[in-house]
């Protein structure tokens, strides 16, 4: 395993859509592993793909819960409800966080490292990650939330 540059932002491959995974090798395996690592390195609750220069819709998020480390491969958002608003930041805008209205319930459906599909339900926190990490999959950052 290892720590991986975080991309800031005015890097290019941030604004740009990731590409589906048709097939989780053992590169994608390393990958999980560096991102998880590097994002419990960075303090982060969430990292995308992007967010380390790979264009793969990929990620993972840690909210340090029960749940422990959750891996997302392919992630579809299914449904979102509700209305919640709180300081948002990212690791790959360093020392910056503003308030960012997100919708309070997220359902998603996506793949694990092993390549089983699965369900999520999540409200709170977790439904925040999800949708905040799910954006970097398409080019978008929280910034571009803003008021």
């Known amino acids: 395993m290892a720590i991986r540059n975080i991309r800031k932002i005015g890097d290019e491959v941030l604004r740009k859509k990731c590409k589906e995974i048709t097939e989780i090798t053992p590169r994608d395996l390393v990958l999980i592993k560096d991102m998880a690592e590097t994002m419990y390195e960075a303090d982060g609750v969430g990292l995308a793909a992007p967010q380390v220069g790979i264009l793969k819709r990929l990620f993972v998020i840690d909210i340090r819960d029960?749940?422990?480390?959750?891996?997302?491969?392919?992630?579809?958002?299914?449904?979102?409800?509700?209305s919640q608003l709180d300081d948002?930041?990212?690791?790959?805008?360093?020392?910056?966080?503003?308030?960012?209205?997100?919708?309070n319930y997220v359902k998603v459906r996506a793949f694990n490292e092993k390549g089983e599909q699965f369900i999520l339900e999540a409200e709170g926190l977790l439904a925040r990650a999800v949708l905040h990490e799910n954006?970097?999959?398409?080019?978008?950052?929280?910034?571009?939330?803003?008021k």
């Open 135 to 146: 954006d970097h999959l398409n080019g978008v950052l929280y910034v571009d939330y803003r």
């Open 88 to 103: 948002e930041g990212c690791l790959s805008v360093p020392g910056e966080s503003c308030e960012v209205e997100r919708p």
């Open 66 to 82: 029960e749940d422990g480390l959750m891996v997302f491969i392919n992630p579809e958002i299914l449904e979102t409800s509700g």
